[in-house]
């Protein structure tokens, strides 16, 4: 598996400001890691109207860190529900992870009667985990589990219910995308509940195969080309 990198998201428009020694071949598909090489401050890029989510409109600011692995993009909805959205990168073993495991038993497991061992922190590890923030309260989640060197499985992935249905998870999952192509992985596909198909459809994937069970729920394979 790659190693573990603390990424700064930026997006934008098709140039990037980071010097041209500091940009990967194709800095052009923004949102890019920032480069080693740039200042250690944080730096902001102007703030630009993403395309709408489920109606609402995003206001989406990019932000450039290189020394931090917290703050990745900052999105704004025209909601007040949520002033405001902190995506990044989780640990295992930290105050973060904890509240991402709360959520998935509370969203995911309990309802159907799966029990909390169900969540392994040894092997998560190794996988990326992935959180939507309000300040420091964990609102939405998922896990990245590489299968091979070109696919990649989006599981677990959770929003309170409170903010459902308000674009959160088309958000993460766009986010998802981001962090799996930026290490190289060109497909992402999920075993999706059939109750949510729509919603994956909506981001852009595609059923693969037949239906089948999972923890007694239909589900079917999604999938992606990145």
């Not at 932000?63 to 989780?90: A, E, H, W, Y």
């Not at 973060?96 to 969203?107: A, F, G, I, N, T």
């Not at 903010?163 to 993460?172: D, F, M």
Request: net charge positive; aromatic share 8%.
């Amino acid at each position: 598996m790659m190693p573990f990198r603390s990424p700064s998201l930026v997006t934008g428009p098709n140039r990037c400001a980071l010097p041209s020694d500091c940009r990967p071949k194709r800095c052009c598909r923004c949102p890019i890691w920032s480069c080693p090489k740039s200042s250690p401050s944080i730096g902001s890029r102007p703030a630009r109207r993403s395309s709408s989510t489920n109606g609402l409109p995003v206001l989406t600011l990019a932000m450039i860190s290189s020394g931090l692995n917290t703050v990745l993009i900052r999105s704004i909805f025209l909601n007040p529900q949520i002033k405001q959205m902190d995506l990044r990168l989780l640990q295992t073993g930290t105050e973060d992870y904890e509240q991402m495991k709360r959520l998935r038993l509370e969203v995911l497991l309990r309802p159907i009667g799966v029990p909390e061992t169900y969540i392994n922190p040894e092997r998560e590890q190794k996988e990326w985990l992935l959180g939507a923030f309000e300040e420091n309260r964990l609102f939405a989640c998922c896990v990245l589990t590489p299968v091979d060197e070109r696919r990649i499985q989006l599981r677990q992935m959770a929003v309170d219910t409170g903010l459902q249905g308000k674009g959160v998870g088309a958000q993460l999952v766009a986010f998802a995308e981001e962090v799996a192509r930026q290490r190289g992985f060109s497909e992402l596909f999920m075993h999706a509940r059939d109750a949510v198909l729509g919603f994956y459809e909506k981001c852009g994937y595609t059923v693969r195969g037949e239906q089948f069970f999972e923890v007694g729920i239909p589900h079917h394979i999604m999938h992606r080309d990145l």
